[in-house]
């Protein structure tokens, strides 16, 4: 079963997630009735879900050079 494309995929939706989350935190994107807004909170918050988001692309990507060999 090829892993590697899914891993990449959920990656780049996890980071993405993450950027809006910081950005939500910062008062720059989102409503203004929203939990996250204004939130220093969730600007960490954010940053942490980005960096997951940045090991799972690479793990996918790595996986998938792996395979090629």
């Known amino acids: 079963m090829i892993i590697s494309i899914p891993l ?3 990656g780049i939706i996890v980071g993405i ?3 809006i989350f910081h950005l939500q935190g910062q008062s720059i994107v989102g409503p203004k009735s929203s939990f996250m807004y204004s ?3 969730w600007i960490t918050y ?3 879900i980005t960096i ?3 090991i799972i692309t690479i793990s996918g ?3 998938k050079v792996i395979r090629r060999y």
């Open 39 to 41: 939130n220093p909170d």
């Open 46 to 48: 954010g940053i942490q």
């Open 52 to 54: 997951a988001g940045i």
């Open 61 to 63: 990507i790595i996986l």
């Open 17 to 19: 997630l993450g950027v």
């Open 8 to 10: 990449i995929v959920i």
